[in-house]
């Protein structure tokens, strides 16, 4: 009875020590849960504040019709889209965006991508280079439309300075429909190069340099160089800066604002710039934020199909 007993608790007491073992490592994990969610506390907070409230707000107000001080008066459920969707202006407004997107993002990648190319060797004088390069990411949005505005000056600008130094006549830069989105364009292109080079700059710079000598060895050419070997192996950081310039060129709003204000003739009136219009000059709310909701669903959609298609061809080291 006794070596029955004594044997049973043999083999009671790893079971126990088994159970307090996994007690214990539920207690750890519990606490490292609550550690984490603590530290997220204030990213959480803020994401609820400033994203999730402000996005639910918007999906409410695009159901309803408000008065002129803002205030909600009806509910009119999908009417506010069906209105946005017959609206012709709508539609100019996707077409100039898109014309914006097209002339900024292939040429500020482009310009980077030669200018990082030009810079990342380790040779004298090149931080000089790379610290001017860069140096436009300082400068805010409204600063930068100021300092552009006085360039595009028709009288007194720099601009028509230099073409009339050269027997060229006056452009009316921002109130010629001809020119005013490329005017936007060239300042867009260069407030946002200094981003653009940075990443890329980063990216060539953390291409191993034997890569580069075993080329030089081999007597490769620039083309070849550069588009069959290093291209390929920069593809994540072209990736990323693609993804980055589509989503900041659809807000963009600032240039707008200052240099144009969507003029002339509509010319340069993004969607963005619409929105503003509705919701905080004519006080229409409703139909503000149902625009804001279409163009968060399409950015939400260019950005899931670059994540399908092309992330496919992004070479990862």
């Known amino acids: 009875m006794e070596t029955s007993r004594s044997a049973w608790g043999a083999k009671a007491r790893p079971q126990t020590a088994a159970g307090a073992a996994r007690s214990g490592g539920r207690a750890i994990r519990w606490k490292e849960e609550l550690a984490a969610y603590t530290f997220l506390a204030p990213s959480l907070l803020l994401f609820v504040a400033f994203v999730f409230y402000p996005m639910a707000q918007s999906m409410y107000l695009s159901l309803h019709v408000t008065d002129p001080q803002g205030r909600i008066a009806q509910f009119v459920g999908l009417e506010n889209y069906a209105s946005l969707f017959a609206s012709p202006l709508f539609y100019s407004g996707l077409r100039v965006t898109g014309q914006f997107i097209l002339y ?8 980077g991508l030669l200018l990082a190319m030009l810079t990342h060797r380790a040779l004298p004088g090149m931080r000089w280079f790379r610290f001017v390069f860069s140096l436009p990411v300082a400068i805010s949005v409204g600063t930068a439309a100021v300092i552009w505005l006085l360039l595009f000056h028709p009288s007194v600008g720099m601009l028509n300075y230099f073409l009339g130094e050269l ?22 292109v260069w407030m946002n190069l200094g981003f653009v080079y940075i990443v890329l700059l980063g990216g060539l710079n953390g291409i191993a340099e034997d890569i580069f ?22 593809s994540p ?24 204000k969507g003029g002339p003739m509509n010319q340069t009136n993004v969607v963005v710039y619409q929105i503003y219009q509705d919701a905080f000059v004519n006080f229409r709310f ?32």
């Open 237 to 260: 950081s072209l990736f990323f800066i693609t993804i980055v310039s589509i989503i900041g060129s659809f807000q963009a709003f600032g240039q707008f604002h200052i240099l144009t």
């Open 167 to 188: 027997g060229v006549a006056p452009i009316f830069w921002l109130s010629d429909p001809k020119w005013a989105m490329i005017s936007v364009s060239i300042m867009t």
């Open 286 to 317: 409703g139909t503000g934020s149902a625009q804001a909701l279409v163009l968060f669903a399409i950015l939400l959609v260019l950005t899931i199909v670059q994540f399908v298609f092309v992330e496919k061809k992004v070479h990862y080291q």
């Open 104 to 111: 900024t993002v292939p040429t500020t990648i482009a310009i």
């Open 213 to 234: 000598d075993s080329l030089s060895v081999d007597g490769a050419g620039p083309l070849r160089k550069y588009g069959q070997i290093v291209l390929p192996l920069l």
